[in-house]
C-alpha cells in the first residue's frame, strides 16, 4: 500500500510516516516507477508518546522546555 493509504489507515500522518521511514522504524520497498510500498505489517508502526507530541507542540510554539 502507498503511504496516503497507510496515513490513513493508521491515524498517522504522512510526514510523520517519513519521519519514520527516515529513522528506520518504517522500512517500504520500492517500486519500478518509485513508490514506497508499504507491507501490510507496517499497519502497526509506532507512534510517540502523547507526551512527546505535546513537547514539540510546545517547542515549535516557542514555549521553554518543562
Not at 493509504?5 to 518504517?26: K, P, S, W
Not at 507526551?51 to 514555549?63: I, L, P
Amino acid at each position: 500500500m502507498r503511504v496516503g493509504e497507510l496515513a490513513r489507515r493508521t491515524g498517522v500522518t504522512v510526514r510523520a510516516l517519513r519521519y519514520y521511514e527516515a529513522a528506520g522504524l518504517v522500512v517500504p520497498r520500492r517500486l519500478t516507477n518509485g513508490y514506497r510500498d508499504y507491507a501490510p505489517t507496517a499497519l502497526a508502526a509506532p507512534r510517540p508518546a502523547p507526551a512527546a507530541r505535546r513537547r514539540r507542540r510546545r517547542a515549535s510554539a516557542g514555549w521553554a522546555a518543562a
